[in-house]
């Protein structure tokens, strides 16, 4: 059950409030799914699945009131809430009727976890049915993110004379001081204690505690480390993993650290999901590492080296042993695994990388003009569709890599 409450809680909604009006705006729908996360949380540890088919069958009404582009748009949404379903009837052995959810879930709505929907216990009392298995078949092309990871064409050291360097900005700039004055960054990363590695993680794991993570918060601020940081405090919200990636990259600049904030995408466009974290430079180990704020993650290989962007990326595809932190969490609530979170999340959302040319204070501001360069690093045999001026992409490793 524990899989099925961390897909619902995103989705659920408030049949309280379920008013039969216009359309319903995308923050209001989500707003009513945070507002029912306790009573989920409890018809799940009292296995009372008929209350749980009833909110959700709520939740699917309430969704149908969205606007035709915001039901296009978070149509993975609805795709939970069939998936949801499909669990709670395979929970209780109603085969035909969780085979009928999760296939609206695959082919109306376009759900394509596909590692997820292999191995959750919850649709273990189908996963043997020839229906759910043809389905499963239908969806892998779009849904193994490890198969489709294993399929992209290898990376070639492709012509990138005149291409621009990647630049950092100074720590010695005024808004980075103010950066580190602010939020006394010499004390967090604990100065004169201890060594550059446990700086960088001290850094990562005060972004994680201070700023809430929330995926579906769009911060009305300026995108720089002390907006978001007095928008939190202000309002309460969370904010998406782009500001914490942010927010952490500055903290980073602003104590001398190379450092980029770096967008993981899958190769699916439409997808509207993806992950930002950040690669920070060890002079010590003379190499990029991992670092990622929403879930206070870093990943080590057997021999307890820690790795890159670029090593976890093809050990995934290697089927080499990770090993991810145990202290990585959700907000401080849930511990989160390496076979969800490196397996299923991040295996989807490496197939192609992307970060601004510049690393700098409020790279990409709301009210003020945005003339930063992003660069992509893709296999060769993706074709980006975005063409505009300030997108580069690359298929050079050495060069999307290179030493600062």
Not at 111 to 131: F, Q, V
Not at 152 to 162: H, L, V
Not at 397 to 403: A, C, L, N, R, S
Request: charge should be neutral; glycine fraction near 4%; include cysteine.
């Amino acid at each position: 059950m524990k899989k099925f409450v961390i897909l619902l809680v995103l989705f659920a909604g408030n049949c309280m409030l379920m008013a039969q009006t216009d359309n319903l705006s995308m923050q209001e729908f989500m707003n009513r799914a945070t507002a029912m996360e306790n009573s989920i949380s409890e018809n799940f540890k009292n296995k009372d699945y008929e209350a749980l088919k009833k909110v959700l069958n709520e939740v699917i009404t309430l969704f149908s009131r969205l606007s035709d582009e915001d039901r296009e748009t978070y149509k993975t949404v609805q795709a939970g809430n069939y998936y949801n379903l499909a669990c709670v009837y395979s929970l209780q052995n109603r085969k035909t009727e969780a085979i009928d959810a999760f296939e609206k879930s695959v082919k109306d709505w376009n759900y394509i976890n596909y590692a997820h929907a292999k191995s959750d216990s919850d649709l273990d009392n189908i996963h043997s049915e020839k229906r759910f298995v043809e389905l499963m078949k239908s969806i892998r092309e779009q849904g193994d993110y490890m198969y489709i990871l294993r399929q992209a064409g290898k990376y070639e050291k492709s012509d990138t004379a005149g291409l621009p360097r990647f630049e950092y900005e100074d720590a010695n700039n005024g808004r980075l001081k103010n950066v580190k004055s602010l939020f006394n960054l010499d004390s967090i990363a604990g100065a004169g204690q201890g060594d550059e590695i446990s700086k960088i993680i001290n850094l990562m794991t005060w972004v994680h505690n201070t700023i809430r993570h929330d995926g579906n918060n769009y911060a009305l601020c300026e995108f720089d480390a002390i907006d978001f940081y007095n928008y939190h405090k202000a309002t309460g919200k969370g904010i998406n993993c782009r500001g914490l990636a942010i927010t952490l990259n500055e903290c980073y600049l602003a104590m001398g650290f190379k450092s980029r904030y770096v967008t993981c995408l899958p190769k699916n466009e439409k997808d509207p999901d993806c992950h930002v974290i950040n690669c920070v430079y060890s002079e010590t180990l003379q190499k990029w590492l991992w670092m990622d704020p929403s879930f206070n993650a870093y990943v080590k290989d057997e021999n307890g080296n820690f790795l890159s962007i670029a090593e976890v990326r093809e050990r995934l595809i290697s089927d080499k042993p990770l090993f991810l932190n145990q202290d990585a969490n959700r907000n401080n609530e849930r511990q989160e695994t390496k076979e969800n979170y490196l397996d299923s999340y991040m295996a989807k959302n490496l197939y192609r990388l992307q970060c601004p040319a510049a690393s700098r204070f409020n790279p990409e501001s709301r009210y003020r003009n945005n003339d930063n360069t992003y660069i992509s690093l893709t296999p060769p045999d993706y074709v980006h569709s975005n063409t505009s001026k300030n997108q580069i992409t690359v298929h050079n490793p050495e060069y999307f890599w290179q030493k600062p």
